[in-house]
């Protein structure tokens, strides 16, 4: 990534393919959307872990500016606080700060004033050199403007903004900020490049401002205080939350496929797999955006719950079809080894390395090597994602977009998180196995299709959240046909 970094933010490995030159525009659309959730579900995994603590005295809390007029001719922007003027540098250029926190969800926010109202501010100090401050803390998929928007509006910023603005400096940057970057590159220079700075702690801060005139909001300062106890080892929670020790029988989210197989009478499929799979192949299938949409953080860990507790979940009560998505895939994230496992993550890395003619076969290849409950659960959701790729002219996810939202889901590195690089191949091979499902699951698929031949629940009623089938009353378990095996598609090379 370009400029310094003043937190150690990763950047992009050399010796793999990058980003821009292997995925598409709205590969990486759909990878900011996947990080930008990923960063929510890490802040309120922070946030469930507070902890009662002195208020920082660093700086009061934040606010709109009392003085701000009724006739101010941004008002209507102006009153959330998003933008403030704070004091000067340590070479005394003009601070602007932007608080994403403070930003209210789009459908009450005009974009297109924002951006006016920001250049209005700007043109006040754009004559003498200045420095920008930007808090991403508080972004997310409610409040976030389009890529479009952002593309469009540094475009607008011409030279005379670009040329006196010494230093933009982003605080707490995630994921999403890299991506987001690997978007924009195509339309920032070099020398602009070199102005931005990464700060992972406020306190980086001080070297460069004079950081007692800064108006940082309340919730920032909040943030940082749990990064800082994260990494001074007073570890809350994690985003993927570990089971009770020992896990309950009814635990279904965070233990082994083989503890669920045991639980639930030697059942291979999961039967959060099968449930979530079952709903959305009856009413979700022509959904669009399926797989794409977040859900409420709150929800999806209330359902975990009913589901860990063999509680009944019925999706039609949250009137969001998009919620069993978001379900499905999380349930997967909290596996404490990948689907595809741990050994397979380098040979998988490998795959752009291979002649486009042998790849599926190089997939089969690996999958062969896979335990066979493993093999069995992913030519289960495979089969399901194939289906719902059929369905691309209405729900708008062929195999390339599913790719991109289950490729991380499927794998990760056994030590620490998957790099910006690593992306390419981990979609590639996720895609070749959603593209060319009969194909690359012909020769062991009987074991599949004798898993996917269990129950599964109707998808309109209430379902029990665990146990095994055996358990449950006839009445509130429907054993519908398997549906036919999908069509196979015209094969493509990739």
Avoid at 119 to 139: A, M, N
């Amino acid at each position: 990534m370009p400029g310094s970094s003043g937190g150690g933010v990763r950047t992009v490995p050399p010796g793999r393919p990058t980003p821009q030159q292997s995925m598409s525009g709205l590969d990486l659309e759909e990878l900011a959307e996947i990080e930008l959730q990923r960063d929510e579900e890490e802040a309120a995994a922070l946030g469930a872990a507070r902890r009662p603590s002195a208020a920082p005295s660093v700086a009061p809390p934040a606010g709109p500016d009392p003085e701000l007029s009724l006739n101010h001719p941004f008002y209507d922007v102006a009153r959330h606080g998003i933008l403030q003027v704070a004091g000067e540098d340590r070479f005394g250029r003009r601070v602007i700060t932007f608080c994403c926190c403070r930003m209210p969800p789009s459908h009450e926010l005009n974009h297109r004033r924002l951006l006016e109202y920001l250049k209005y501010t700007l043109d006040q100090y754009v004559e003498s050199d200045y420095t920008i401050v930007y808090f991403h803390y508080g972004l997310n998929s409610q409040n976030k403007p389009s890529l479009r928007w952002l593309q469009s509006a540094y475009k607008e910023f011409d030279r005379r903004y670009k040329k006196n603005l010494k230093a933009l400096y982003v605080v707490h940057p995630t994921n999403f900020i890299k991506i987001l970057w690997t978007i924009l590159k195509p339309l920032v220079s070099h020398k602009f490049g070199k102005k931005v700075t990464y700060f992972n702690y406020l306190s980086e801060l001080r070297e460069h401002l004079k950081y007692d005139q800064l108006s940082i909001p309340r919730e920032v300062l909040r943030y940082d205080e749990e990064l800082r106890n994260l990494h001074a080892g007073r570890l809350p929670p994690p985003t993927k939350t570990p089971p009770p020790r020992p896990p309950l029988p009814t635990q279904q989210f965070g233990v082994s496929l083989q503890y669920l197989k045991d639980k639930n009478q030697g059942e291979l499929i999961p039967p959060v797999l099968r449930y979530t799979v079952t709903y959305l192949r009856e009413k979700g299938l022509h959904t669009e955006g399926l797989f794409r949409r977040s859900a409420s953080v709150q929800t999806v860990r209330e359902i975990q719950r009913l589901y860990n507790q063999g509680k009944p979940v019925n999706f039609d009560d949250y009137g969001d079809i998009h919620l069993p998505a978001v379900i499905l895939k999380t349930f997967l994230r909290e596996l404490p080894q990948p689907l595809l496992t741990f050994e397979a993550y380098e040979q998988i890395l490998e795959i752009t390395s291979v002649e486009s003619s042998l790849r599926v076969t190089c997939c089969r290849q690996i999958l062969q090597n896979l335990p066979e409950h493993n093999y069995a659960v992913l030519s289960y959701l495979m089969g399901f994602l194939h289906e719902v790729s059929r369905e691309s002219i209405s729900n708008k996810m062929n195999s390339s977009n599913l790719a991109c939202v289950f490729g991380l889901n499927l794998i990760w590195p056994s030590q620490g998180a998957s790099s910006l690089s690593a992306l390419v191949p981990l979609n590639l091979f996720t895609e070749l196995l959603i593209e060319y499902y009969d194909k690359v699951f012909s020769g062991r698929e009987e074991r599949g299709a004798q898993a996917g031949e269990q129950g599964s629940p109707r998808a309109g009623g209430s379902v029990p959240a665990g146990g095994a089938a055996g358990d449950r009353p006839a009445s509130s378990l429907a054993r519908p046909p398997l549906p036919p095996r999908p069509l196979t598609t015209a094969w493509r090379p990739l």
